[in-house]
C-alpha cells in the first residue's frame, strides 16, 4: 500500500491524504487551511483538476479543515461520510446560504465495505464534530488507521473505542494538543459540574458561548439548564442544527424547556421560527424568564436591544471555545460589549482533540510498526515509541 500526504503534515488542519494501492485510490479529507477566506485547492490531478482519477473521498467529519473543499471534488467519485455529520453539515450550509454537495453514500459504524480492493470499516470516536469517525483501510494483509480527531474527553466512552480497535501496521494519527504546554484535558462532564457550581444561586442572566455544531456542548449547557432551573435558548440557526441531530440531542422540537429565538429578520428565518409554533419566544418573553442563551459574536444588535428589557448587570456569559479565537476583531470587541452590560466572562472549555494520555493508550492499543503523525506541530513527540518507526516523508511504501 502507498500513503501519501497531500497536505497537513507539520501543521494542524487542512488533511488531504492518499492511500492507494495498484488498482485503488481513496482520499481522506479534504480540509482548508484554518483560518482561510479564501481556500486555496491544491493542484491534484484526478481529484479537484483533470479528468476524475480516484474512486472515494472519505471524510471523517464536518469541520472546514476536513471537509472545506468537497465542494472542489471532481464529478464521479464517490464521496462517503457518516449520515447525521452529513445532516448537519448540510443544515448549516444551507442555512447561511452556501453551497452543498449531495451523497448519499453514509458509514456505519464498524459496518465494513469494499472500495476496489480495500476493506474499509468506519468506527465512530468522539470529537467535537457530531458523528466522527476514525477509519480503518485493509488490503493484502495490510491494515492503516487513520484516526481523523479524537477525543477521550467527551460522553462517548474511550476505553469501549478502545477495546474495538485492532493492531495496525500503520497508524496516521492527529497530535493537536502536543504543541500546547501543561495541556489538561477537562472532560465534558467536569464542565457541566463546574457551570452548575458557578450560576447555581445566581438569578442573573447567563450566556453561552460555543459553536452551534458542537453538540456535545450543547449537551452540556442544556444539563446546566436542567440542573439550575432555567430555560435552554438556542437561536435560529442553532435550532436548525439541533433539529437535524434529533433524537438525544436537546432541540425545541422535542424538549419542553427549549425555546427558539430569532436574531436576523429574514423571510426564511421567519419561515423557520414559525414551524416552532408555541416553542418560539420574543425578547419581553424571555426578559421573564431565568435562562441560559446561546450566542454568538454577531448578535450584537440583538442582544442590546434585549438590555433594553432586562439589566444584564451581574450575568455571566461562558467562553466556551479555543481562546485562539479572541484574538479576532469581532470576538474580544463582542466579549468588550459584554462586559460593558456588566456581564462576566468565565472561561470553560474543553478541547476537541486528544490530550498525551488518550494518544499513548491508542498507539499502546494499536501498536503500530509505522505511525505517521498529522494535524500536529510537534511530530517529534512519538519518537519515545521505540517499538515504532516514525513516517516524516510525505510518501510511505510498505
Not at 226 to 231: A, C, D, E, V
Request: hydrophobic share 35%; charged share 25%.
Amino acid at each position: 500500500m502507498h500513503i501519501r500526504i497531500i497536505r497537513g503534515q507539520n501543521q494542524i488542519g487542512g488533511n488531504i491524504i492518499e492511500v492507494s494501492t495498484e488498482s485503488t485510490k481513496i482520499i481522506l479529507d479534504v480540509g482548508i487551511e484554518l483560518d482561510e477566506k479564501i481556500p486555496d485547492v491544491p493542484l491534484v490531478n484526478g481529484l479537484f483538476q483533470g479528468e476524475a482519477n480516484y474512486n472515494a473521498v472519505l471524510i471523517s467529519h464536518y469541520h472546514g479543515d476536513h471537509i472545506g473543499l468537497i465542494n472542489n471534488i471532481l464529478p464521479n467519485i464517490s464521496i462517503f461520510m457518516g449520515e447525521k455529520a452529513y445532516n448537519v453539515y448540510k443544515t448549516s450550509m444551507e442555512y447561511l446560504n452556501n453551497d452543498t454537495v449531495e451523497i448519499s453514500n453514509f458509514f456505519r459504524s464498524e459496518k465494513e465495505f469494499y472500495i476496489g480492493d480495500i476493506n474499509i470499516k468506519p468506527i465512530l470516536c468522539d470529537h467535537s464534530a457530531f458523528d466522527s469517525y476514525m477509519i480503518s483501510l485493509f488490503s493484502k494483509n495490510k491494515k492503516i488507521l487513520y484516526t481523523g480527531d479524537f477525543r477521550a474527553s467527551g460522553r462517548k466512552s474511550f476505553y469501549s473505542l478502545l477495546k474495538r480497535l485492532d493492531k495496525v501496521d500503520v497508524l496516521i494519527t492527529e497530535g493537536t494538543t502536543l504543541s500546547r504546554e501543561n495541556f489538561y484535558s477537562y472532560t465534558e462532564k467536569d464542565l457541566e459540574k463546574n457551570a452548575v457550581e458557578t450560576i447555581q444561586n445566581n438569578n442573573y442572566p447567563v450566556f453561552v458561548l460555543m459553536p452551534s455544531t458542537n453538540i456535545d456542548r450543547i449537551v452540556t449547557f442544556y444539563k446546566v439548564a436542567i440542573k439550575t432551573n432555567r430555560i435552554f435558548l438556542q437561536d435560529t440557526y442553532m435550532a436548525s442544527i439541533t433539529a437535524i441531530a434529533g433524537n438525544n440531542i436537546p432541540n425545541p422540537k422535542d424538549f419542553k424547556n427549549v425555546r427558539v429565538f430569532l436574531t436576523m429578520p429574514s423571510n426564511k428565518n421567519y419561515e423557520i421560527l414559525k414551524s416552532y409554533r408555541d416553542k418560539k419566544i420574543g425578547r419581553k418573553g424571555i426578559a421573564k424568564e431565568n435562562f441560559i442563551m446561546c450566542v454568538r459574536s454577531s448578535m450584537k444588535s440583538y442582544l442590546e436591544k434585549l438590555s433594553n428589557e432586562i439589566s444584564f448587570n451581574g450575568g455571566i456569559l461562558f467562553y466556551s471555545m479555543w481562546k485562539g479565537y479572541l484574538e479576532n476583531e469581532d470576538m474580544s470587541n463582542f466579549i468588550k460589549f459584554m462586559e460593558n452590560k456588566g456581564v462576566e466572562t468565565v472561561y470553560l472549555h474543553t478541547s476537541g482533540h486528544a490530550d498525551v494520555n488518550a494518544i499513548d493508550n491508542l498507539i499502546k492499543r494499536t501498536e503500530p510498526k509505522y505511525i505517521i503523525p498529522i494535524h500536529t506541530e510537534n511530530s517529534k513527540w512519538f519518537e519515545k515509541y521505540k517499538n515504532c518507526e516514525i513516517i516524516y516523508d510525505n510518501q510511505f511504501n510498505f
